[in-house]
């Protein structure tokens, strides 16, 4: 089993950028696709951003397309989240989760990930 450990999250002003950080410590990082989740006080975790096992392919709620980016550093065993123009409703706790590394995955649903990190808060003020 991974242990994921998020980073990066803190204060800022709405329009502003962020990056968070995710390391993988423990089972092996490669081969297993990465996912970005937030959950905001009050609602429902919700999908943000995922990238695939080889790293080729990513994919992002359509609300954030062009705002996000994930992306991961093999070498470091390091995952991103790249923000910008950050607003108020970004506010959230963000997790960092790992998929099993085989079989069927649908990068959208929450249980079907392994491992997940303790999250980093993220506040967006206006």
């Known amino acids: 089993q991974a242990q994921l450990v998020e980073s990066g999250g803190r204060l800022v002003q709405a329009g502003d950028s962020l990056r968070l950080s995710c390391a993988v410590v423990g089972r092996t990082f490669s081969n297993r696709g990465m996912g970005w989740f937030r959950q905001a006080p009050g609602k429902e975790r919700e999908f943000v951003a995922a990238?695939?096992?080889?790293?080729?392919?990513?994919w992002y709620r359509d609300s954030d397309l062009g705002r996000f980016t994930i992306s991961r550093d093999g070498a470091n065993n390091t995952v991103y989240l790249e923000m910008t123009s950050l607003k108020p409703e970004d506010t959230a706790v963000y997790y960092c989760a790992a998929e099993q590394g085989y079989g069927s995955w649908n990068y959208q649903r929450g249980e079907e990930y392994a491992d997940w990190g303790q999250g980093t808060q993220v506040t967006v003020s206006s």
């Open positions: 990238i695939g096992r080889l790293g080729f392919r990513t």
